[in-house]
């Protein structure tokens, strides 16, 4: 659907999330990174926890355990007194696992690939796209549940191939990051369930399209018996989905 949209209409929207994301978006730390281990890190962190309550130990973690080498090297109890602070104690063992089988496989390279990146255990489809936007330079849409409410009240848009292929035609008209990263805060702090559509720069644009949660099929990575990885549109509210977001 994404590429049938008025040029226009495309170029307008990119604009206005460029400007409003240079005086309005988050400032964290992490987002000047343009390493690809370091971005997959971070975004291994972030699983299911808001991104203010990583920053309270982010630098420190990082400090310590932010180069693959290191902490492929470091035993998952090591890192618990990190994740004892943030909750779900699984990440510590996930992570260092991560960057063992990096270091095996790539000689401790996070891989720009996409299906590389999948065939690594516990990452998905969400961290795998941030992986190559944020830290390898390739546009590709990073769309979270957030992001999925953002274009689906501005272009009637309910599953996430025809998301990302919007999403890839504003790239044409800014930079890829900074449109990524606008459409994540947005989602977050304005267009809510409940949206603050005076508060959003897309406000005079937006269509305002019926939000339709419940038809909404995001990817998910199905890893089959033979351990071949293929990608499934899913509802949200599906157990099955739920489980697959841990990738």
Request: proline share 4%; glycine share 6%; charged share 30%.
């Amino acid at each position: 659907m994404g590429e049938n949209f008025d040029e226009n209409f495309l170029k307008e929207i990119a604009t206005r999330l460029t400007e409003w994301f240079v005086r309005y978006g988050r400032k964290f730390s992490w987002r000047k990174l343009r390493d690809p281990n370091m971005i997959l890190i971070t975004e291994l962190l972030f699983q299911r926890t808001r991104a203010e309550t990583i920053e309270k130990v982010y630098n420190e973690f990082m400090s310590k355990y932010g180069d693959l080498d290191r902490l492929a090297s470091a035993s998952p109890d090591e890192l618990q007194r990190f994740f004892s602070k943030l909750g779900l104690l699984y990440r510590s063992e996930r992570l260092v696992d991560v960057a063992r089988e990096i270091k095996e496989k790539y000689g401790g390279n996070v891989p720009c690939d996409f299906e590389k990146l999948l065939q690594l255990r516990g990452i998905g489809v969400y961290v795998a796209s941030a992986v190559l936007n944020f830290g390898c330079g390739k546009p590709t849409p990073v769309i979270d549940k957030n992001v999925m409410r953002v274009i689906n009240r501005l272009a009637g848009i309910t599953r996430e191939t025809e998301a990302r292929r919007f999403i890839e035609s504003l790239y044409k008209f800014g930079d890829h990051r900074v449109i990524s990263y606008a459409l994540i805060d947005l989602g977050a702090t304005v267009c809510k369930k409940t949206p603050s559509c005076n508060k959003c720069p897309l406000n005079g644009v937006c269509p305002k399209h019926l939000l339709k949660e419940n038809e909404w099929r995001m990817l998910r990575k199905v890893v089959g018996k033979n351990g071949e990885i293929r990608l499934q549109e899913q509802p949200i509210t599906s157990k099955r989905s739920i489980m697959k977001k841990q990738g």
